[in-house]
């Protein structure tokens, strides 16, 4: 193509007068020779203004992202068009020279190209990139070097999450390339320019994606690991320039030098944990772990302790420097040797270290007043706690009180004196108690310090209720909060506390103190038992206040406490459950409609996606008040309608929950006009969301079968929208979700004269089977549709076998279904489907006009009927056990008291370890081992009831199967002797055995109809002691 004309195209994307015109000539020219390698050339032209070079660097990114791969076509379509292969050739030649000259604006773009063509091409079709990386790492040119480790950087960024046994390709170009990096790093280091730094930073990340998921053992020996440990433990250690401290201390961390230090210690950190802690690693690193502590750990850790005095001193070290810091030593406390050298100095760091980051700052106080908001967002902001050195420095303290001898105590003591300091500084008292507030779950379980925990809360956390300091009293509530277990022994105490908590919670004028006080209240309600019904009087306030905060602050934490507060006050929530629905949909509409304008909307959209929750908790709470129910549908529909409408693809999820709760009692007039809309959305937004809206559609299928069945369309388009899973990309697990409602519908609509659908959905589902099928549950699933067909009719479902026809299948459908489902019977699990298998062969075995296949596969028939029940009589143990489980299950109380370890002492994680050998024998095998499936338990789409899995159902497999054997020993002697012929001893004993449970279960049956009916109950049935159903047809008796 034209480079000129393609210029003045992106040159015409910047002027809005000429941008339509531009745009529809790029694209016109999309699909010409040369087109997108002209791009490049473009983006590679220095003369050319910056301006017309990034148009052109984020037109080929973008054509690169989309058509680099070729792409199989979908049957019927155009074949998607890709980049042709001389472009791609004369990119792949050209790419990383254009990434080494490029400016940095350009050069980000470009990296993302590059990573695309990577994962798609190499190693395949492009070796030369490790011949050219290796050429400009040894180049003598330093201008090269920035630009070519960011080429190796996305090179590893590919193979950083995969298997050891997927990343050789990587391994082998690292045999080469990893001395090139230690040996410039070690050329660079003395030079102290900006550009050196950056390099030095870039081959570092370098290194830590290399080895964050693996640890190439291959590539590290004894002596290149000493190299690589020193320059880390010099980056760590090196002196930051002075001028460095002219920068504004927010943009510091951003500096190379902080950048770099920030690097090595996630580097060393990260070997520690994952790597070098013998008795937390698993096997193939057992050696390794060895060796890294004896030799470097306790080197590693004294650089790391002078970044701590560093910081003791008021010496400014970067945030993530002081919290990979942190980590690391807090790895060291485990191990006896780190712990050695490490515990002259706990006490030290504990009071210089961790005591100030937990500390009340300047910080935050600025932030408290300017964005009370962004504190809160900040406070709750987990991905903030990933990188906070407060956090790092609570888990440093939790672990080295926890585990270590004396460390608790001191601690205790240093905390205890600052709070009864008289003329302390308040912020040092928030310190305090956020120290103890960190500690609860040791302190709780220790008995020297769980019965003075009432007392302290009683003595230092009260008073701060009525402090004047906002932040003071949100530490009050944080406190109890993480003190919510605590054996209060005084009602009074107790009663105090919710009292205190639910007056900050209504009454407090500043935001951060109202939500501590929030999630403090609900954790002391959910875990003192007399708190429930002190707060019982006060419910509308505090809920109301909770809904208001919610509100405010779009905080998802406290979305979180009003599911809980519901689930709690069920019965006093049920009267403003309307009120409080109508409260959480405006919220609803006031988070999507912010969240759409704003950047960065994620949080937004778990509050959102909590409010929904919480909305479905409100409708499971009031399930049994029919009226409140019908007011809350209106106000749900409204929610449901504004996502569906605004096709707010994220919500789908949760509104289709929302619509499924409505529909479980009854579906209304309102909730069927919402089946074509739930049917124009799964049109539109295609298969993605099926598995969401099946338990909605279940519904309509099993809660108003009569409306259902009043109205074709209805059918049609729950048919059609399988249909489409079916016969579509949607994947197996949609599949088999679309095949269970079919089978629902057959089973729901039996004697509901749906004739004409069987032969639809059975031709439907066993189609499938036609295409490649990866998963037993997807083939025993399309099956079960036939099977359901079975039961439905067995002349209708062997006349459309019959008259069923598919492409490249010359075998008679009927013979390959019953062959198939025979072979297969093993893969039927749960209680349901194993059912379904015994009515549909029991339906089958009675046929006088029996199919001619059945013949041939006699001899399968009963054995197949005896694995079946054996299933079955698990699946119903099984049942019983978890409904006596839920029945019973109450907890003991905890009486823990955690064992600490001798100086000289090892922390090994022994179940941890067990887990890690287990996860590490299974990697890579099949999923049908028996240890870990265990077929007793529900199927996935067993949830999906049927009429014949209801408590009350009459249709018992047991007794079908013993009345129909019965039957055909005495109507028809020669079938019934082909049945039972060749049945060994054990065999008869089992076919013996189902002949009792049957009776038994009829007994059972007989004695719950009297007693539903107001009789007697009657004790042990009673049952004939043998039933003769050995190898020879001999008689039932």
Known sequence: MDPNVLIEALRGTMDPALREAAERKLT?????????????????????????????????????????PNREPTPGEQPPFTIPDEDRQWIRENIVEAIIHSPELIRVQLTTCIHHIIKHDYPGCWTALVDKIGFYLQSDNSACWLGILLCLYQLVKNYEYKKPEERSPLVAAMQIFLPMLKDRFIQLLPDPSDQSVLIQKQILKIFFALMQYTLPLELITQQNLTEWIEIFKTVVDRDVPAETLQVDEDDRPELPWWKCKKWALHILARIFERYGSPGNVSKEYTEFAELFLKAYAVSIQQVLLKVLYH??????????????????????????ITWKNLKPHIHGIVRDVIFPLMCYTDADEELWQEDPYEYIRMKFDVFEDFISPTTAAQTLLFTSCSKRKEVLQKTMAFCYQTLTEPSADPRKKDGALHMIGSLAETLLKKKIYKDQMEFMLQNHVFPLFSSELGYMRARACWVLHYFCEVKFKSDQNLQTALELTRRCLIDDKELPVKVEAAIALQVLISNQEKAKEYISPFIRPVMQALLHIVRETENDDLTNVIQKMICEYSEEVTPIAVEMTQHLAMTFNQVIQTGSEEDGNDDKAVTAMGILNTIDTLLSVVEDHKEITQQLEGICLQVIGTVLQQHVLEFYEEIFSLAHSLTCQQVSPQMWQLLPVVFDIFQQDGFDYFTDMMPLLHNYVTVDTDTLLSDTKYLEMIYSMCKKVLTGVAGEDAECHAAKLLEVIILQCKDRGIDQCIPLFVEAALERLTREV????????????????????????????????????????????????????????????????????????????????????????????????????????????????????????????????????????????????????????????????????????????????????????????????????????????????????????????????????????????????????????????????????????
């Not at 050339?41 to 052109?56: D, F, G, K, N, Y």
Request: with cysteine.
């Open 774 to 1037: 990866k998963t037993s549950e997807l083939r025993t699933m399309c099956l079960q549709v036939g099977i359901a067909g079975l039961y439905y009719s067995p002349p209708l479902l062997l006349n459309t076998l019959e008259n069923l026809r598919f492409p490249n299948n010359t075998e008679s459908v009927t013979n390959h279904f019953i062959t198939q489902w025979l072979n297969d019977i093993d893969c039927f699990l749960g209680l349901h489907d194993r059912k379904m298998c015994v009515l549909g062969l029991c339906a089958l075995i009675e046929l006088e006009q029996r199919p001619q296949v059945l013949n041939q596969v006699v001899s399968q028939i009963l054995p197949a009927f005896i694995l079946l029940f054996s299933g079955l009589k698990r699946a119903y143990a099984c049942r019983a056990e978890n409904e006596n489980d839920s029945d019973d299950d109450e907890d003991g109380e905890e009486e823990d008291e955690t064992e600490e370890l001798g100086s000289d002492e090892d922390d090994i994680d022994e179940d941890g370890q067990e887990y890690l050998e287990i996860l590490a024998k299974h990697a890579g095998e099949d999923g049908d081992d028996d240890e870990w499936e265990d077929d007793a338990e529900e199927t996935a789409l067993e949830g999906y009831n049927t009429v014949i899995d209801e408590d009350d159902c009459p249709v018992d497999e047991y007794q079908i199967f013993k009345a129909i054997l019965q039957t055909l020993q005495t109507r028809d002697p020669s079938w019934y002797q082909a049945l039972t012929h060749g049945l060994n001893e054990e065999q008869g004993k089992h076919l013996q055995d189902i002949a009792t449970l049957a009776d038994q279960r009829r007994a059972a049956q007989e004695s719950k109809m009297i007693e539903k009916h107001g009789g007697y109950k009657f004790g042990a049935p009673v049952v004939p002691a043998s039933f003769n159903f050995g190898a020879s047809p001999q008689g039932m008796n």
């Open 311 to 336: 910081y003791k001193e008021k010496q400014y070290v970067a945030p993530r420097v002081l919290q990979q810091t942190l980590n690391y030593i807090n790895q060291g406390v485990a191990h006896a």
């Open 28 to 68: 016109e020219g999309q699909k010409t020779a040369n087109f997108v390698s002209t791009l490049l050339q473009i983006t590679m032209s220095e003369p050319l203004e910056l301006p017309v070079r990034q148009a052109s660097v984020i037109y080929l990114k973008n054509m690169i992202t989309q058509h680099w």
